[in-house]
């Protein structure tokens, strides 16, 4: 199995290079909102000197900067926690460090994980390490460019309707979203509570096995944390799976998606025919309506749980002016405090839910969602998992679809029906796609029945011995 990104050297001296090349590299990738290089290195440290050992030990991480620490700042990308220290830790975060690793810093998102390109943070965009003038994908964009430059080998992301296997597709690596429920989301700033999970981004899939393995298992901090015992990921992770039937959806194979996406993803059912699989072509008509539906969800919950936010209880207060009253002060904090894409999503939320559309609109996404859940289990009766494209495109020109909303809600037609069905699934890198002149990499999702993340890890792993994708780096 190759981990061997993980498990070499001395704790100190990992810890200095990671640094060293995040300083390096930053002023162009902008990949991080903050570095921890004082507390890092003294923590490794600590770890070479005996005092902390474990499944990470020494690993040099990032960290999503929608994940709490009781150090440093969580700032979201918002202007609204731009100074906010959290006084706790992220379960997942603290699960990290227990088994050894070593955060070095936190990671640049669009605001409150609401977005594709990681362009929406009030510290400005982060670029594509493998052409500084595209977008990295998002909302974890700053997470997949740190592992995609080589400065970790392990950051974690959140992913909502993507945030993990998008920007995976689009740097090259390996993007994981476990089952909904299999990872604690306590400390994990929310941004929509059923649909919300924490992942993994690394560059291969004996990584993302050996972080899984970490991260995941009850919480009882989180209500919705899942009971089941979590299994070895890495133990047979070489093994293929006998028998293997993937799932290819008609939807898979639109016209709209890029041609060079297209091509990529032909080669990918050829390598894994080639591989012994039977390819199963499936119909799972709600795939196109899932944007439609999760873009409702979405936002109500986003719309509820951004409510606290308002420069009273939680959140930067803005000044008033002489004679300006409370009301003024909540829609100057507001309006101050979030920026454009989170004010849309807020006004579209706080819209759904309101009296006269609720049952037009928000309960009826609810039943599409029911009904994108039932469409799944059927296909996974006959099939161990799903094969499609992570995004319909690849990395796209900072700025390209900054103004076109839709443009860039259309990024994640792939994707954000695994939220909605709560299943697990992850990117990984299938092929480079010439665009323009430049070579862009291009993933491919794996989707699998709740909480068979150790098969479908096997599944992907099966066509990561077959391929050299994973071990393609950037021009840096």
Same mark, same amino acid.
């Given at each position: ?11 100190? /001296? ?11 590299? /930053? ?34 991480v990032a960290l999503k900067d929608n994940l709490c620490l009781s150090w440093g700042r969580t700032t979201c990308g918002s202007n609204m926690l731009r100074d906010y220290e959290s006084p706790y830790t992220a379960t997942a975060a603290q699960r990290l460090i227990d088994a050894g690793a070593v955060i070095i810093g936190k990671t640049n998102l669009d605001e409150y994980a609401m977005g594709s390109s990681t362009e929406h943070s009030c510290f400005g965009p982060t670029s594509n390490p493998w052409d500084l003038s ?27 309707? =993507? ?23 306590? =400390? ?7 649909? /919300? *999970? ?23 901090? &989180? ?18 799976? *006998? ?99 989170? *004010? ?29 859940? /039932? ?36 990024? &994640? ?25 430049? *070579? ?37």
């Amino acid at each position: 199995m190759n981990t061997s990104d993980i498990h070499s050297g001395k704790a100190r /001296d990992r810890a200095l290079a990671s640094l060293r090349r995040a300083e390096e590299l /930053d002023s162009r990738i902008h990949a991080f909102t903050q570095l921890f290089s004082e507390k890092a290195i003294a923590r490794a440290e600590e770890i070479d000197a005996g005092g902390a050992g474990g499944a990470l030990a020494g690993v040099p991480v990032a960290l999503k900067d929608n994940l709490c620490l009781s150090w440093g700042r969580t700032t979201c990308g918002s202007n609204m926690l731009r100074d906010y220290e959290s006084p706790y830790t992220a379960t997942a975060a603290q699960r990290l460090i227990d088994a050894g690793a070593v955060i070095i810093g936190k990671t640049n998102l669009d605001e409150y994980a609401m977005g594709s390109s990681t362009e929406h943070s009030c510290f400005g965009p982060t670029s594509n390490p493998w052409d500084l003038s595209r977008v990295p994908g998002g909302s974890s964009g700053g997470s997949a460019a740190a592992v995609a430059a080589g400065i970790v080998p392990i950051a974690l992301g959140s992913d909502t309707g =993507g945030s993990v296997r998008q920007p995976a597709s689009l740097c090259g690596i390996v993007g994981v979203k476990p089952t909904y429920g299999r990872v604690s989301r306590y =400390g994990l700033v929310a941004y929509a509570s059923s649909l /919300d *999970q924490i992942g993994t981004l690394t560059r291969n899939i004996g990584d993302a096995a050996s972080a899984l393995g970490v991260i995941c298992g009850h919480d009882p901090l &989180d209500s919705t944390s899942s009971l089941r015992e979590v299994p070895d990921f890495s133990r047979d992770l070489d093994a293929p799976v *006998q028998g293997l039937r993937l799932a290819v959806p008609a939807q898979a194979r639109n016209p709209a998606n890029h041609p060079e996406v297209s091509r990529v993803f032909a080669e990918t059912i050829e390598k894994y025919k080639q591989l012994g699989a039977t390819i199963v072509d499936v119909d799972l008509p709600l795939i196109d309506h899932g944007i439609a539906a999760y873009y409702i969800v979405a936002p109500a919950e986003a719309s509820s749980n951004l409510a606290r936010l308002d420069g009273i209880r939680y959140g930067r207060r803005a000044r008033l002016a002489p004679g300006e009253d409370l009301f003024e002060l909540y829609c100057k904090s507001r309006s101050e405090g979030f920026g454009p894409e989170v *004010q849309r999503r807020i006004m579209l939320g706080t819209h759904v839910l309101s009296s006269g559309y609720y049952d037009a609109y928000y309960n009826t996404a609810l039943k599409v969602r029911r009904r994108i859940k /039932d469409d799944f289990d059927r296909v996974f009766s006959d099939c161990h998992a799903v094969l499609m494209p992570a995004s319909p495109s690849p990395a796209w020109k900072i700025g390209e679809k900054a103004n076109d909303p839709l443009a860039m809600y259309l990024e &994640d037609v792939y994707t954000v029906t695994i939220n909605l069905a709560g299943l697990p699934a992850m990117s990984v890198p299938a092929g480079l796609a010439s665009v323009a002149g430049a *070579q862009l990499p291009v993933g491919v999702q794996i989707v699998s029945q709740a909480f068979d993340e150790a098969r479908m890890l096997r599944i992907g792993r099966m066509f990561e011995l077959a391929t050299d994708w994973h071990t393609r780096r950037p021009p840096l």
